[in-house]
């Protein structure tokens, strides 16, 4: 509800290690319980402008960041790294 306070716009919300899709998203699959999913590389097609400051091979790229969150509006995560909240509110299913 905190966000209801702030200005108008976006605003990351993410917990305080950035990660890659490809680095989670195994553990993620892990906790549920299901297969891992395949990742491959993807390179970006030379007719498609990469962004500035995004490598042409992006793997998934890099998680946001909550910096703007955390000093312009005082939020903090209730799980500061995505592993700590997967541990804390995700288990395997049972068998």
């Not at 509006?73 to 509110?89: A, L, M, N, V």
Request: proline share 15%; no cysteine; glycine share 6%.
């Amino acid at each position: 509800m905190l966000a209801l306070d702030w200005p108008s716009g976006p605003v990351n919300i993410v917990d305080d290690e950035p990660a890659r899709a490809s680095e989670w998203l195994p553990v993620y699959a892990h906790a549920l319980g299901v297969p891992e999913p395949e990742f491959e590389s993807v390179r970006m097609p030379d007719a498609v402008p990469v962004p500035e400051g995004l490598p042409a091979n992006n793997d998934w790229a890099r998680g946001a960041s909550n910096a703007k969150s955390r000093n312009e509006y005082g939020w903090q995560p209730i799980y500061p790294t995505w592993r700590t909240g997967f541990s804390q509110t995700l288990t395997p299913p049972t068998q």
